[in-house]
Nanobody, 130 residues
Framework: QVQLVESGGGLVQAGGSLRLSCAAS????????MGWFRQAPGKEREFVGN????????YFVDSVKGRFTISRENAKNTVYLQMNSLKPEDTAVYYC???????????????????????WGQGTQVTVSS
């Protein structure tokens, strides 16, 4: 079956870094825009950032811009979220997702909604202590 599996979450102090991985299996997502979302306690799931199918363009929500980086290795069917300068408000379950269409060429800004993504991982917990 098609699976996206996140890993790399954990407990880190404010100012620290974590690198999340999203490994896909069952099919190739090399032609799909990939997104990262998160859900903090008591809040709705929200968009974090995404990366286009070539890996040449990324887009992030303002709250993480300049601190987070997304990359991908299509040959490994894997996407990464590098999180630096972590803040307590980054505490959340982080999810990776694959867009419902391939070879998207529009601005990544327009692919920030949950319904833009068809495949989802199970999530990995990130906790940032102050």
């Amino acid at each position: 079956q098609v699976q996206l599996v996140e890993s790399g979450g954990g407990l880190v102090q404010a100012g620290g870094s974590l690198r999340l991985s999203c490994a896909a299996s069952g099919r190739s997502f090399s032609s799909n825009t990939m997104g990262w979302f998160r859900q903090a306690p008591g809040k709705e799931r929200e968009f974090v950032g995404n990366i286009n199918w070539t890996g040449g363009t990324t887009y992030f929500v303002d709250s993480v811009k300049g601190r987070f980086t997304i990359s991908r290795e299509n040959a490994k069917n894997t996407v990464y979220l590098q999180m630096n300068s972590l803040k307590p408000e980054d505490t959340a379950v982080y999810y990776c997702a694959a867009a419902d269409r391939t070879y998207l060429s529009g601005s990544l800004y327009y692919y920030t909604r949950q319904y833009d993504y068809a495949y989802w991982g199970q999530g990995t917990q990130v906790t940032v202590s102050s």
